[in-house]
């Protein structure tokens, strides 16, 4: 029995020896083959991502926020650069302007953008960028923003206009004059709509301003003739919840579009302010596209204030996209408080705190 249990306890021992030296030798050579791997990669640490090429295009430009029942779809057209020199103001501000530019090269960056309302039985769209008309081809992507969101050009039922410049209304037609929203009826001051399209104030205007008149009697040009042009004097009701805000000085008939729904408002506020940054902080410096600086200012000052106490939402088509936020007391001036992305936009989602 003794012998017996020896020899078996040998018969057993040998092969768990022997698989012992192969684990062993098994185990070197997977580490020789690690270390060989990860020399080859410190060697050439770009050899696998190369393989994947860089892609420069971003997400789709929309964004949607719910103010009450409406649904309002920020849509980019595009970026751009705001010059210091189309800034006016003391010359102790402008001084500090272009001081803060050496530090921060990107203080001036602006978008472009239009908006689309969705009330449940409308669809409208308050300014429809630039399309080909201006910007030298960094503009001109609202279609394919509103697209991108789920909706058509076909769809739209209304387009508000701020104003005439053609950086906001460009997008209504093609240079070959077709209408963009061929279903839409355009509505517009009629003081802007005057200004802009009178041949006789055209052939006055300085050198520089003619293209704007240009442009804006072109793109205007297979609306009229469509019967889809459409002005207004007042405040009379073009959508209901809607009210028409006059923001004089940027232009003649320079409008604001203001919605409510369940206690909550949102103003479309057009070009109030063209560089966020500057203009919040000093908001009696003007731009050089204000027709009436002394308007336009006074306009600002008396403005900001009230959005910011009323806690309104903004829509400020050359704010840094989505463009949609509000304004809050910052010392002398004012800062902007941006909508923070989020996925979830239905009644339950919390709303932004003061």
């Known amino acids: 029995m003794g012998m017996t249990t020896i020899n078996r306890g040998r018969a057993m021992s040998s092969p768990v020896a022997g698989n012992g030296n192969v ?41 949607r926020q719910k103010v009450g029942d409406l649904e309002v779809t920020a849509l980019f057209d595009g970026h751009g650069v705001f010059d210091p020199h189309w800034l006016n103001g003391t010359k102790a501000t402008m001084d500090s302007v272009v001081e803060a530019l050496h530090e921060d090269p990107r203080l001036l960056d602006v978008s472009d953008e239009g908006f689309l309302v969705n009330t449940g039985k409308q669809l409208i769209l308050v300014d429809a960028g630039a ?25 739209v039922d209304i387009v508000l206009v701020t104003h005439l410049h053609s950086d906001h209304v460009g997008g209504l037609t093609t240079q070959d004059g077709k209408r963009v929203f061929p279903n839409a009826d355009v509505y517009v001051a009629k003081a802007e709509s005057d200004f802009w399209l009178s041949p006789e104030i055209a052939a006055k205007a300085p050198k520089d301003a003619q293209p704007f008149f240009q442009s804006a009697q072109a793109i205007a040009a297979p609306y009229i003739k469509a019967g889809k042009w459409h002005t207004f004097t007042g405040s009379e009701p073009i959508v209901d919840g809607m009210q028409i805000v006059q923001l004089l000085g940027h232009t003649p008939g320079h409008t604001g ?9 949102i103003l479309f506020w ?40 009323e806690d309104v939402w903004v829509a400020g088509p050359h704010m840094p996209f989505p463009a949609l936020g509000r304004l809050r007391k910052d010392g002398s001036g004012y800062s902007w408080v941006p909508v923070v992305f989020t996925d979830r936009w239905d009644e339950n989602a919390p709303s932004p705190q003061k």
């Open 23 to 63: 684990l062993q030798r098994n185990s070197m050579r997977f580490a020789v083959a690690l270390l060989a791997a990860l020399a080859s990669f410190v060697a050439c640490p770009n050899a696998t991502l190369a393989a994947a090429p860089q892609h420069h295009d971003q997400a789709p430009g929309f964004y």
């Open 131 to 155: 399309g080909t008309w201006w910007g030298g081809g960094a503009l001109g992507r609202l279609a394919a923003s509103l697209r991108s969101a789920g909706y058509t050009p076909e769809q």
């Open 257 to 265: 579009y203001e919605f409510s729904s369940k206690g909550q408002r």
């Open 270 to 309: 057009g070009d109030i302010v063209h560089a966020q940054r500057v203009q919040l902080q000093h908001p009696e410096v003007t731009a050089i596209f204000d027709i009436d600086q002394t308007a336009a200012a006074a306009t600002r000052l008396q403005l900001l204030p009230k959005l910011a106490r």
